[in-house]
């Protein structure tokens, strides 16, 4: 069975940084796109990064981008969202992904952990 766990939410104040951490279980972590996705209240999820398998990442949230990282150690099975200069509207709960293409139609198929939620004080 596949788990993913994240951890490293909390309370940040404005300006602040906050680095989340999501550990993989039940699968070679290596073979897979890693991502984190954010839900904001009221909010669908969006995407914020991605990381394939060899490390390469793209910043997809263009208020993130510059104050998001995303890296991952495959070796401990982990990916990583350090994040810094948050705002008001980055509180939300941040999920990690699992991703990969499975047929049929070459579909990009995912698995998200339960998140952690992400709290900036204004």
């Known amino acids: 069975q596949v788990q993913l766990v994240e951890s490293g939410g909390g309370l940040v104040q404005s300006g602040g940084s906050l680095k989340l951490s999501c550990v993989a279980s039940g699968v070679t972590f290596s073979r897979y796109v890693m991502s984190w996705y954010r839900q904001a209240p009221g909010k669908e999820r969006e995407l914020v990064v991605a990381?394939?398998?060899?490390?390469?990442?793209?910043n997809y949230a263009d208020s993130m981008k510059g104050r998001a990282t995303i890296s991952r150690d495959n070796a401990k099975n982990t990916v990583y969202l350090h994040m810094k200069s948050l705002k008001a509207e980055g509180t939300a709960v941040y999920y990690c992904s699992l991703g990969y293409y499975g047929a049929p139609a070459d579909r990009y198929l995912e698995i998200w952990g339960q998140g952690t939620l992400v709290t900036v004080s204004s």
């Open positions: 990381a394939t398998s060899d490390g390469h990442s793209t």
